[in-house]
């Protein structure tokens, strides 16, 4: 399991990576908001990975990076662009599959983008922070809870043969962050 000082470094190179990325390939981009900097919020272990929050200017995203050499080179087989899924606790989360220079290959998943609605980088670190809670509260996962009524509803017996809820593409990360989480045709929206 990763020691405690990793999570500086790779936090810290998260921060660098995409502070080039702004100075390199944003500057004059016009969806950036001018109050916010590269920062990462929080970064912890998930499932023997590593797991962060990062603020740009353009974005805020979930960061998944291999904590591992085997996970670097298991993840060489990911396609760049594609999509892979995540459980976490408030449920199944895409994330798609990059690479950059000094980061190698990783996994992010979109809370926001653009960010021009924050006023500032405390309330980009307070939303990243919030949507990161929310991640890990059972509660939010309907697939789980669907499972778990149908199971309730038949004694258990049939758990397995029932099919989760897919998440809906437009499904949004705002109704996640903020619980306003509506229901329509079976789909998170």
Same mark, same amino acid.
């Given at each position: &399991? #990763? =020691?405690?000082?990793?999570?500086? =470094?790779? @936090?810290?190179?998260?921060?660098? *990576?995409?502070?080039?990325? +702004?100075?390199?390939? &944003?500057?004059?981009?016009?969806?950036?908001?001018?109050?916010?900097?590269?920062?990462?919020?929080?970064?912890?272990?998930?499932?023997?990975?590593?797991?962060?929050?990062?603020?740009?200017?353009?974005?805020?995203?979930?960061?998944?990076? #291999?904590?591992?050499? =085997?996970?670097?080179?298991?993840? +060489?087989?990911?396609?760049?662009?594609?999509?892979? *899924?995540?459980?976490?606790?408030?449920?199944?989360?895409?994330?798609?599959?990059? =690479?950059?220079?000094?980061?190698?290959?990783?996994? &992010?998943? @979109?809370?926001?983008?653009? *960010?021009?609605?924050?006023?500032?980088?405390? %309330?980009?670190?307070?939303?990243?922070?919030?949507?990161?809670?929310?991640?890990?509260? %059972?509660?939010?996962? !309907?697939?789980?809870?669907?499972?778990?009524?149908?199971?309730?509803?038949?004694?258990? !017996?049939?758990?397995?043969?029932?099919? #989760?809820?897919?998440?809906?593409?437009?499904?949004?990360?705002?109704?996640?962050?903020?619980?306003? *989480?509506?229901?329509?045709?079976?789909?998170?929206?």
């Amino acid at each position: &399991m #990763p =020691e405690a000082h990793e999570n500086e =470094e790779i @936090s810290g190179r998260l921060a660098a *990576v995409f502070s080039k990325i +702004q100075a390199e390939r &944003m500057d004059g981009v016009p969806i950036l908001n001018p109050r916010l900097v590269v920062e990462v919020v929080d970064t912890r272990t998930w499932n023997g990975h590593w797991l962060s929050v990062l603020v740009t200017p353009w974005f805020i995203n979930l960061m998944l990076l #291999p904590a591992t050499a =085997e996970q670097e080179e298991a993840w +060489q087989s990911l396609g760049l662009g594609g999509s892979a *899924v995540h459980r976490f606790p408030a449920g199944r989360f895409d994330f798609i599959v990059a =690479e950059e220079t000094g980061l190698g290959r990783y996994q &992010m998943c @979109s809370l926001f983008s653009p *960010v021009l609605e924050f006023e500032d980088q405390e %309330a980009a670190r307070v939303a990243g922070r919030a949507a990161l809670e929310a991640l890990f509260d %059972a509660d939010l996962d !309907e697939d789980r809870a669907k499972t778990d009524a149908a199971a309730e509803a038949d004694g258990g !017996e049939n758990a397995d043969t029932v099919q #989760p809820v897919r998440l809906d593409s437009s499904v949004s990360r705002r109704g996640l962050l903020t619980g306003k *989480v509506a229901r329509e045709k079976g789909a998170v929206r």
